[in-house]
């Protein structure tokens, strides 16, 4: 039927509600117009339930086609009783709108939200999303996108997550959780409670569908798209909250959940990088999806059942809670460790690195010699020879194929679960910088080389550091060393050894936790058990001793250790170690053992080989990689050093100091004296000592008998017992092998005569308590004593040494001898295990061994004593047990008639058992023990809760107590003042992580208890009582038992680390006295910072469970003023029908009884003295509180602040309780209490004056404690009135400045207190600044021009200037101070005028002060910017004007430069006031701004939105803006009025500033540039239109714009620097500054501000910390100086040594660019002319001109100095004490003042040239001679050090320009220099400061080019005969290439040969 015809539409009926659409369907087609009748449509459902479904069904195709959104509104707006066609409709229909179809949102909308549409058409929705996304092909995440944008606008997501099917749940949470909308980890464990097994199935498919390699197959032949990859954070998360959950599900389920597991790293190293911001910088524990996954892999070491490392199981943060049923199956399940970690030990044969097996073979067997000494500094980076064990293979996996993975087994992505940082594939630069870093590593000099410490230290750096690109290289660095394990065995001996070194050192330095650290243990382990003496063994031997000082940190890992088989082979002092590490201690002996590794002999030999060869010292000590025993021969001190292993903390001194000889040296001197030998002699012996090792030993033992005649041997002997063997316990198998080679029979008799000497010295001498050295010697030579007799089968004779009495006599002298004879005799014994005749059981070995038997039996026998004699059982494989120990000890007349060996000691013989503990103890107290003892007995409370103020950690000073009589301390006082810092950093890193902890624990508790308690009750003032106390209670005895113990650890090792810096080289003796102070002052301290950090938790917990009991107080509260008792209804029921009677709570207060519980609570706070406080009589909760108190907000502020006051009181000492200060306190707490019950305006400003008058009163002449805590509880009483719910800042702020203003003058001028105020926002600047200004009096107050000097000074110039103020803030004042300064000539106060200066230089480099000029205008509208008291109304008044100006402005009728809409505009009246104006223009800006960050967050939500239509929707409304400003600029005042448009111009842009400014400080990083950018540019284009009114002000306006960039410089605005750059060097702003603006007055401005953006630039290029930002700016810089230099190379002339002053010395190419600018009228020579005659130029007289004031910088005195000494070479001094003038400071980098350097430079050069030419002749090579100008510079070159002749002589260069008179003298000096320096060292930095220039890009200084050319190519200089020309064939070449540029092949070949160059 023909529509035309006939159509429904044009019957009555009722039609479709279609107004809502924004695309409304086309009217004149009459077809779609059949379809408006909602009748028709009502008809057709029914016939389709009539069984005409699918005609019906057809019918509909039209509609569906051609008006699906008519259609989908008219079936939501019938009446539905027939559910099948419409359903099926509504799902067909919805599609189209998730498409994008131009109705779609409000369709969608109005289906959703609609009034009266049934639940079941959000089904139908939900159910078409999820058929249309999962109906698509591959699962088309686009379509996921868009359903998860449309779930947003609907607010549907929660709704939708809820739903099925699961696979598209699961989908659809992982793109919401990358979008950061759920937290992906709580919504699936929630889901996996809720549905089970099902979901987790699903989301099982779902990994397989999205991840298809997880199940470990070879990945897909073709790659999933970008967008269909799984990130690995999700995959991440999904797996940990599987996993969790695999023990309760089916077998075969749970099986794939842990292949999956297991499979993870392969895909994740797979995985692409994630874009910059998806992965958290760093990790909360309880978002990291990886550590989740740490229950499988925590168990690296097999067998062990849980590697808690650290010894608590603290990496299982709370991330786990979710997963608290299937917990304990995923930990007891023991997972077989391939499953979570790739098998160590496979045989690698299918490496995929076959360059590896030729690797020894291509070390270069020597490398090259020589090496440029003075070009250390930044100079060349010189080719590397490539001895690196990684050469062959580069430290990636990137490059490998997949299948050579699969073959051998080795899965090497399992690092990714490790570092989940370095799943990412690292960018080439990234991985060749790691690389590099290793390459030095493996260098010898002269390469680049790093020792392992530096790189440990770097990377410690590196770990922490701010910057994206370190924390890159950190982690590549660590993933490719863990990479490169398996290469580890075919290693040559030294790279090894050095890899062990850096191996060790991480473990040691913490630079790797959880995972890695058990991987990293781990591989230890598995070298350790390989075979002793194989390669491997050696690098877990070499590594592990780098880290044995954390053994005790890891117990159990002990325990595997001390299960290898080989073990007791291990070096002596790492056994003792692992020993102890199993109980979690210190050996109390730290002995510090060398190592003698394969690996560790060859770094030595390599090293010192580099040493012979380079003729030169290594300038990097032998020690850095090699512990160096420093070795004192008998008669003279001759150093030698000995390769011994392993490199130790720097701190450690060699090992020679541990154990100290001096008893033994002076033993020696009494008896009878040896024949020495010659000096010459004892130094061979010395060597060959020294250099012995088993591979040179034959070789040795012939120098030996070669050199030593016989009648020295003695003396040998001597040497060997006392210098060697007694301090080397390492080295006694080696020198036991030497005394069998050299087979001498005499020989060994003498060494064993000598032992037993040494002994009986040292058995014989005092044994004073701390006299620890002695006793480790006589366990050395105990040890040798057993190996040169026992374990050669030799007897130890009665004679020489009766072992068993011994063991008798030390038992009956007491403690101190069995220190010393036990541990001797158990290392004598040890050598019997290896003896045929003496090991067990020989009866002369067992007799001894029962003696020490019955001694482990003795109660009182110290610890360390009885392990040693249980490790000598275990050495001997005995038990213990099993001894037969006699009754020696008991047999009174045996011990009675026993021959004396040791000498009687100095007190009674047995001690007294009633003598405390501490004077028996000998061995240090470690924590470890002291916190055992203690932590069975609670500790005594010794303060009460008011003792302890929490305000601020210095508040624990006063509490603090150290014992007068520690050692240590009588020793060392000034160690004292370590004490208090350590125990403040321990309450500082423990005290947040326990108040949360004891907080969140104690409320959950808290809040039940109390609710129940106080159901019925009505009073809330008594449930929030009760609630406290409770609270507190809870609180303070959860934080006790969760931060005594890691106090205790934590103060005793602050205090270690304190001491051990403070005594760098501490001897034995000290050490043990600092362990001992340590533990003693943690252990009496630790109360006192367990009752800080339980207050502070305390304090914290009251505020937070009034908030948890709000809701309580409300309902009470409101119960009481509707006239009614409040009661909890069900839990009266319940308690009425449940509960018996006695116990049942009943309506009204609580029970007595129940109350006195919560007393209770009160009285006792754990951890506190219990308070019976007066104030608290019993029952105080029983009476209800009075209801005149009722708790508003103002009073709740009060109270607080009442409680605060009254701790600070409490907590003040009574000796200072009459203290004035003190009674002015309790003064102000009662005018508190009175202003809380007056509750009113008038009180609380009587409060307000009295805290500020109090502030300005306070002196500081009372005690500093005191006096803290006076200043702190006035500014608690400001902030609490400052507050939003009491009276706000703006009231509180303005009162405060009149009280400032109108106090009395002899305390107005405090400059502390104001200042004060001042950094706590309490200040209104903008009237402040204006009253001090006037207070000045033009200089006549002297006082408060002293005062305004002051505080100008803090809060501008000083190092602690305060963020938030900026010379704005102080406009009036500095502008006050100026005039004073400049009117008062020469009688200016004192320190006015030095004080400008510093101003000028910090801020005002442009600033004309005119009165209550342009720049008055601009300071004024930067302050008003931050103002915010408008009248009412005024903010929607001027949104109006604004909207309205916007749309004239874009209307049509706005007229050419919209001057109509301007007229019309202006007739409002907004800006009738300059008040008015200035609120107008900020509300503007800010309502601009805030447009445009509306704009830009919605492209952040909608990342599909085109950013040019974004920015467009910002510009609308900013260009409008901009034009109005412009209007009114050129329209205010007369038309020749100028003064008016520049000031309303300085006012707007000052608004702008001051709005900027506010808005960065706020949002930091969230900052955009993006809106004041485009205000700056398009007002400087309007205003720079070629108009007449605009151009006579054309020049102010520049200087505004300038002075506007000048404030918004990017050391103050660092957010905004890009647009900065970009405004400054904008073409138009350039032109007009350098080129229109007439005389050139732009240019100093224009300086200014680059001179600002190189000031900004300069501290990351000095530390060359180019990050990606950085270095979009440093070419940002580069260009606009390519600009500058192409068209105004004249302004880079005249200012380039402003510029040169502020651009650091590194930067060389910046500096050539401006060096190289000459004046566009000049021809420059072509240097490369031969004969060029530079002096014969024209231009070469004349000066050129330089802009900058360069004397400025110039102390006077040293001015005046320089004159006169110029003149007439007096004062004498000045050259001696040249130096010291320029030297700041002894750090190496910033040891001079370069602006110094640079200025005196310049300076004495154009005096110089000056002196010259009035002696009639020109600078040339013999004129500059004997001046006293050329003694200055000859003696800076000699005198300064490399790094300040390094800056000399860069200042010099800086002079090297266009031909000019300067450039040819200091060209003449420099070369001059170089022609009479008395040490090649200068001349080769003369080299390097030319050359450094010159082999950088062009543009090359033509002055540089022709003092080098000059240099290279007269004979006269012999340049080419310098060694450094030669040091290496790659300087070499550098030298030959840059002579053929500069003079042509063939000259150059001529001058190279001609010289007779070698």
């Not at 009750?1017 to 209670?1033: F, I, L, T, Y």
């Not at 104006?1477 to 509306?1494: G, K, N």
């Not at 000045?1774 to 003038?1781: I, K, M």
């Amino acid at each position: 039927m023909n529509p035309d015809i006939f159509c429904f539409a044009d019957y009555p009926c009722h039609t479709v509600v279609t107004d809502i659409l924004k695309a409304p369907p086309e009217d004149d087609n009459r077809e779609i117009a059949t379809w408006k009748s909602l009748d028709l449509i009502e008809t057709l459902l029914r016939l389709s339930e009539l069984g005409q479904y699918e005609q019906v069904k057809q019918l509909f195709n039209f509609p569906i086609k051609h008006c699906p959104d008519m259609l989908v509104l008219a079936l939501l707006q019938i009446n539905p009783t027939w559910h099948t066609l419409r359903h099926e409709l509504i799902s067909t229909l919805m599609p189209i709108f998730l498409g994008n179809h131009p109705n779609s949102a409000i369709i969608l909308h109005y289906a959703w939200h609609g009034q009266g549409q049934s639940p079941s058409i959000r089904q139908l929705i939900m159910h078409a999303m999820a058929e249309w996304y999962m109906r698509g092909e591959q699962y088309d995440q686009a379509k996921l996108s868009r359903i998860l944008d449309v779930a947003q606008d609907l607010k549907a997501l929660s709704m939708l997550l809820n739903g099925t099917p699961f696979a598209f749940v699961i989908d659809l949470a992982a793109l919401a959780s990358r979008r950061e909308y759920l937290k992906l980890d709580k919504w699936l464990t929630d889901k996996i409670r809720e549905h089970g097994e099902p979901f987790i199935q699903a989301c099982v498919t779902f990994l397989k569908r999205r991840c298809p390699s997880i199940m470990g197959g070879l990945a897909p032949e073709k790659e999933q798209p970008k967008s269909a990859q799984l990130p690995p954070e999700t995959l991440a998360t999904m797996l940990a909250c599987l996993q969790a959950c695999a023990g309760s599900v089916s077998q075969e389920l749970s099986e794939t959940i842990l292949t999956m597991v297991a499979n993870c790293g392969n895909v994740m190293n797979k995985a692409r990088q994630p874009p910059p911001g998806v992965m958290p910088k760093v990790r909360a524990p309880s978002t990291s999806s990886i550590e989740t996954m740490s229950p499988v892999q925590i168990d690296p070491l097999s067998g062990m059942a849980s590697l808690t490392i650290g010894g608590s199981a603290a990496s299982l943060t709370p991330s786990m809670q979710g997963f608290t049923t299937n917990l304990s199956s995923a930990f007891n399940t023991p997972q077989s460790p391939a499953k979570a970690f790739p098998p160590l030990s496979t045989p690698n044969q299918t490496t995929p690195f076959s360059g590896i097996s030729g690797l020894p073979s291509q070390l270069p067997g020597s490398l090259g010699t020589g090496s440029l000494s003075g070009m250390g500094t930044g100079g060349l980076a010189l080719p590397t020879v490539n001895t690196d064990p990684f050469g062959q293979r580069k430290m990636s996996t990137s490059g490998l194929n997949p299948q050579t993975f699969q073959q051998s087994k080795m899965k090497p992505s399992d690092l990714s679960q490790v570092w989940p940082e370095a799943n990412q594939h690292f960018s080439k630069e990234i991985d060749d910088e790691a690389n590099s870093y290793f390459q030095r590593i493996y260098n010898h000099p002269p390469h680049p080389t790093m020792s392992v410490d530096e790189v440990l230290e770097m990377l410690q750096r590196f770990k922490d550091s701010s910057i994206k690109r370190e924390r890159e290289v950190f982690n590549c660095m660590l993933r490719n060393l863990f990479e490169e394990y398996r290469f580890f065995p075919q290693y040559p001996d030294k790279e090894l050894h050095i890899t062990a070194c850096l191996f060790g050192g991480i473990i040691e330095k913490g630079l790797v936790t959880y995972m890695a650290l058990g991987l990293a243990l781990r591989y230890v382990l598995e070298a350790l058990r390989k075979p002793f003496d194989s390669k491997m063994y050696y690098f877990g031997i070499a590594a592990l001793d780098r880290f044995k000082n954390r053994l005790k940190d890891y117990p159990q890992y002990c325990q595997h250790l001390a299960s290898i088989g080989h073990f007791l082979q291990f070096p002596h002092h790492l056994q003792e170690y692992i020993e102890y590490g199993q109980q979690s201690r210190d050996p109390p002996v730290k002995m510090q053992g060398s190592i003698t590794t394969p690996g560790s002999i060859a770094l030595a030999q390599a090293q010192a080989q580099a040493q012979a060869q380079n003729k030169t010292p290594l300038t990097r000590q032998v020690s850095a990689i090699v512990t160096t025993s420093t070795t004192t021969t008998v008669t003279k001190a001759t150093t030698v050093t000995r390769p011994s292993g392993v490199s130790f903390k720097k701190d450690v001194p060699p090992s020679i100091n541990t154990t100290n000889i001096e008893t033994l040296l002076v033993a020696t001197d009494q008896a009878e004296r040896i024949v020495e030998p010659p000096e010459n002699i004892q130094e061979k012996v010395a060597f060959i000592f020294n250099n012995l090792s088993q591979s040179n030993m034959t070789q040795k033992v012939e120098e030996l008998k070669e050199t030593v005649k016989d009648e020295f041997m003695p003396w040998v002997s001597q040497y060997l017992v006392m210098k060697r063997v007694s301090i080397e316990p390492n080295f006694h198998s080696l020198y036991s092998n030497f005394m069998d080679t050299l087979k001498n029979s005499e020989f060994n008799k003498m060494v064993l005569t000598e032992t037993y000497r040494n002994i009986k010295v040292l058995l014989t001498s005092d044994k004073a308590a701390a006299n620890f050295s002695d006793r480790s010697l006589l366990k050395n030579l105990g040890h040798w004593l057993g190996m040169i007799t026992l374990a050669k089968n030799k007897p130890i004779l009665h004679i020489d040494l009766d072992v068993k009495s011994l063991l008798l006599e030390a038992y009956v002298k007491g403690q101190q001898e069995m220190l010393y004879v036990v541990p001797f005799v158990a290392k004598v014994l040890e050598s019997s295990v290896r003896s045929m005749v003496f090991r067990p059981p020989n009866p002369w070995t067992m007799a001894i061994m029962n003696v020490l038997a019955e001694l482990h039996q003795e109660h009182d026998l110290k610890l360390n004593l009885k392990f040693e004699i249980e490790v000598l059982c275990k050495n001997l494989a005995l038990d213990i047990n099993d001894l037969k120990p006699g009754t020696l000890l008991k047999d009174k007349e045996k011990l009675t008639n026993l021959e004396e060996q040791l000498s009687a000691p100095k007190r009674e013989s047995k001690i007294p058992e009633e003598l405390p503990v501490v004077v028996t103890t000998a061995a240090p107290v470690t924590p470890a023990t002291t916190t055992t003892c203690t932590s069975t007995v609670p500790p005594q409370p010794q303060f009460s809760y008011h003792d302890i103020n929490v305000y601020s950690l210095a508040a624990l000073a006063p509490h603090i107590t150290v014992n007068p009589n520690i050692p240590l301390f009588q020793a060392h006082p000034q160690l004292k003042s370590y004490v208090r810092q350590a125990i403040e950093r321990a309450v500082q890193e423990l005290v947040h992580p326990v108040v949360d902890r004891s907080i969140k624990i104690a409320m959950t508790t808290c809040e039940q208890i109390v609710r129940k308690d106080f159901a019925l009750d009505s009073e809330e003032s008594r449930m929030r009582v009760a609630a406290h106390h409770m609270m507190r209670n809870l609180t303070a005895g959860m934080a006790m038992i969760t931060c005594r113990e890691p106090l205790l650890m934590s103060i005793a090792t602050n205090l270690k680390n304190n001491f051990a810096t403070a005594l760098r080289t501490a001897s034995p003796q000290q050490r043990e006295m600092m362990e001992q102070a340590a533990a003693q002052i943690a252990q009496d301290n630790c109360e006192l910072a367990c009752c800080f950090i339980q207050k502070t938790a305390v304090e914290k917990a009251g505020p937070e469970m009034d908030k948890r009991l709000a809701t309580e107080f409300e309902l009470r509260k409101h119960a009481r003023q509707e006239g009614r008792r409040y009661c909890d209804p069900v839990v009266l029921t319940y308690q009425a029908e449940r509960m018996p009677e006695q116990i049942r709570l009943k309506v009204g207060g609580v029970d007595p009884k129940q109350l006195a519980v919560y007393e209770e609570f009160a009285r006792n706070i754990p951890g506190f003295l219990p308070s019976n406080d007066i104030s608290q009589p019993t029952g105080f909760l029983a009476k209800p509180m009075q209801q005149a108190w009722a708790t508003d907000d103002i009073a709740q502020i009060y109270d607080k602040c009442i409680t605060e006051l009254e701790q600070h009181l409490h907590a003040i000492p009574p000796t200072l309780a009459m203290n004035p200060q003190t009674q002015a306190l309790r003064n102000l707490l009662e005018a508190v209490v009175m202003a809380r019950n007056s509750r009113d305006a008038i009180a609380a400003l009587g409060l307000l004056q009295k805290a500020v008058e109090g502030l300005l009163d306070a002196t500081s002449g009372a005690d500093p404690d005191l006096l803290l805590r006076y200043r702190e509880c006035h500014l608690l009483v400001l902030k609490a009135l400052q507050d939003g719910r009491a009276y706000g800042s703006q009231w509180c702020n303005n009162k405060i400045t009149r009280c400032l203003i109108e106090c009395r003058d002899e305390y107005k001028y405090n400059v502390d207190a104001v200042e004060l105020l001042i950094r706590h926002h309490l200040v209104n600047m903008q009237q402040y600044d204006i009253h001090l200004a006037q207070s000045m009096e033009n200089g006549l107050n002297y006082m408060a021009v002293a005062f305004a000097m002051q505080l100008v000074k803090f809060l501008l110039v000083d190092e602690r200037s305060i963020s938030h103020v900026t010379e704005a803030d102080l406009f009036n004042t500095i502008e006050t101070l100026m005039r004073i300064s400049a009117h008062s000539r020469g009688n200016a106060p004192e320190g006015l005028p030095q004080l400008m200066d510093l101003l000028r230089a910090n801020y005002e480099a442009m600033m004309d002060r005119a009165h209550g000029g342009p720049n008055f205008m601009m300071h004024s509208g930067i302050s008003q910017a931050s103002e915010y008291d408008d009248p009412p109304g005024l903010r929607e008044k001027a949104e109006y004007l604004l909207r309205e100006w916007v749309n004239l402005y874009h209307s049509a009728a706005a007229g050419r430069d919209s001057t109509k809409a301007f007229s019309a505009f202006v007739g409002q009246g907004i800006l009738k006031t300059d008040d008015l104006i200035t609120r107008f223009f900020r509300l503007c800006t800010e309502m601009c701004v805030e447009i445009s960050y509306r704009a830009q967050q919605e492209q952040q939500h909608n990342p599909t939105a085109n950013p040019t239509m974004i920015r467009a929707k910002c510009y609308h409304n900013l260009d409008a803006f901009v034009r109005l400003i412009a209007l009114l600029v050129k329209h205010s005042g007369e038309a020749t009025n100028t003064v008016t448009k520049i000031n309303l111009l300085n006012k707007v842009l000052g608004i702008v500033v001051g709005v900027l400014l506010q808005d960065h400080e706020v949002r930091q990083s969230e900052f955009q540039q993006l809106p004041y950018h485009r205000i700056f540019i398009m007002l400087l284009l309007e205003l720079n239109a070629p108009e007449h009114v605009l151009e006579t002000i054309n020049f102010q306006t520049l200087t505004a714009f300038c002075n506007t960039f000048h404030i918004l410089r990017p050391t103050k605005a660092p957010g905004f620097v890009y647009a900065w750059l970009e405004l400054i060097s904008h073409r138009i702003f350039i032109a007009r500054m350098l080129a229109h603006t007439p005389q050139q007055k732009g240019w100093p401005m224009y300086a200014q501000l680059l001179i600002d953006l190189f000031k900004f630039l300069a501290p990351y290029l000095r530390n060359v910390e180019l990050t990606k930002p950085m270095q979009i700016l440093y070419k940002g810089t580069l260009r606009v100086l390519l600009v500058l230099l192409h068209d105004f190379p004249e302004f880079l002339c005249d200012y380039h040594y402003g510029f040169c002053d502020v651009i650091p010395p590194n930067c060389i190419q910046l500096r050539n660019l401006i060096l190289s600018a000459f004046p566009r009228n000049m021809r420059l020579p072509d240097p490369f002319t031969p004969n060029l005659k530079v002096d014969m130029l024209s231009e070469i007289n004349i000066a050129p001109r330089i802009l900058t004031n360069f004397t400025g910088v110039m102390p006077p005195q040293f001015k005046k100095d320089l004159d006169s000494y110029l003149k007439t070479r007096s004062p004498v001094t000045f050259l001696s004490e040249l130096r010291s003038n320029l030297q700041v400071s002894n750090e190496p980098g910033n040891r001079y003042n370069i602006q110094l350097i640079n200025a005196l430079v310049l300076y004495v050069g154009t005096q110089a040239i000056a002196h010259i030419h009035n002696k009639g002749s020109t600078p040339s090579m013999s004129t500059i001679t004997h001046s006293a100008h050329m003694d200055i510079f000859q003696n800076l070159a000699v005198d300064l050090d490399t790094e300040g002749r390094y800056l000399f002589l860069n200042a010099i260069a800086n002079q090297l320009r266009y031909p000019n008179s300067h450039t040819h003298y200091f060209s003449c000096t420099m070369l001059y220099l170089f022609a009479e320096a008395n040490t090649e060292a200068i001349q080769e930095q003369i080299t390097r400061v030319l050359l450094e220039r010159l082999i950088v890009n062009r543009p090359h200084p033509w002055g540089l080019l022709i003092t080098f050319i000059e240099l290279i190519k007269n004979p006269a200089f012999k340049f080419w005969n310098h060694e450094f020309v030669h040091c290496a064939p790659e300087i070499e070449k550098l030298f030959q290439s840059v002579a053929q540029c500069c003079m042509g092949q063939k000259q150059a070949q001529q001058v190279m040969e001609g010289t007779g160059a070698s």
